[in-house]
């Protein structure tokens, strides 16, 4: 089955302790990107790649780091969480290097918690 | 950078019930994309929009292009329970390469 996968889909941490959200794709798709969703405030992008090695910030990048070694996997790093990064986190991917019909498949998410 | 006004922010309806949702920006827009995201979810993909005055039709869903470009309606008709969920428009545009922006989303809840 054709699908995002991410993980964990649920974590409560304290500040400062690092931590990794993992999402893997099946679909061989060269773009992938992250996101936060927050109330009232939708979907905003935090990192995106266009392929292997490729990768450049999106709108609200601070205190988040991205590696793509690998095709399928885009991990997201938080070195030193905030409780303003209290939120759910949704990776996607796209066929393309740049989703030039807008079609992202994305991720169930991932509740991440900053106390 | 571009920004999307998605409206209402939460609608209340009841079953049977059509619904209409929009989103407008200053900016223009090359492509408009309407997402649906169920409690629990990740968002999918509804429709997709390519061309300023294209009306897009999905099942009991419609959405449209605006002709300047700037705007982007979706509508649902004889809503049922499984349409509960959270709405997002998105518009792409070219800046370098393909961009893309969400609106805030439209809560949708369905009293049976």
């Known amino acids: 089955e054709a699908q995002v996968t991410q993980n964990p889909r649920y974590l409560i941490t304290v500040t400062g302790k690092k931590l990794t959200v993992t999402c893997s794709q099946n679909m061989n798709h060269e773009y992938m990107s992250w996101y936060r969703q927050d109330p009232g405030l939708g979907l905003r992008q935090i990192y995106y790649s266009m392929n292997v090695e490729v990768t450049d910030k999106g709108d609200v990048p601070e205190g988040y780091k991205v590696s793509r070694k690998e095709k399928r996997n885009f991990p997201l790093i938080l070195e030193s969480p905030s409780p303003n990064q209290t939120s759910l986190y949704f990776c996607?991917?796209?066929?393309?290097?740049?989703?030039?019909?807008?079609?992202?498949?994305f991720g169930e998410g991932s509740r991440l918690t900053v106390l | 950078g571009q920004q999307l006004n998605q409206s209402p922010q939460s609608m209340f309806i009841q079953e049977g019930e059509d619904v209409s949702m929009n989103c407008t920006s200053s900016s223009i827009f090359n492509t408009w994309l309407w997402y649906k995201q169920d409690p629990g979810e990740g968002p999918v993909l509804l429709i997709a929009l390519y061309k300023a005055g294209e009306l897009t039709s999905n099942g009991r869903l419609t959405a449209q292009f605006g002709i300047t470009r700037k705007d982007s309606f979706l509508n649902i008709s004889a809503s049922i329970p499984s349409d509960v969920g959270i709405y997002f428009c998105?518009?792409?545009?070219?800046?370098?390469?393909?961009?893309?922006?969400f609106g805030q989303g439209t809560r949708l809840t369905i009293n049976p």
């Open positions: 998105a518009g792409q545009w070219y800046q370098g390469a393909q961009k893309l922006v």
């Open positions: 996607a991917s796209s066929l393309r290097r740049t989703p030039d019909t807008g079609e992202l498949f």
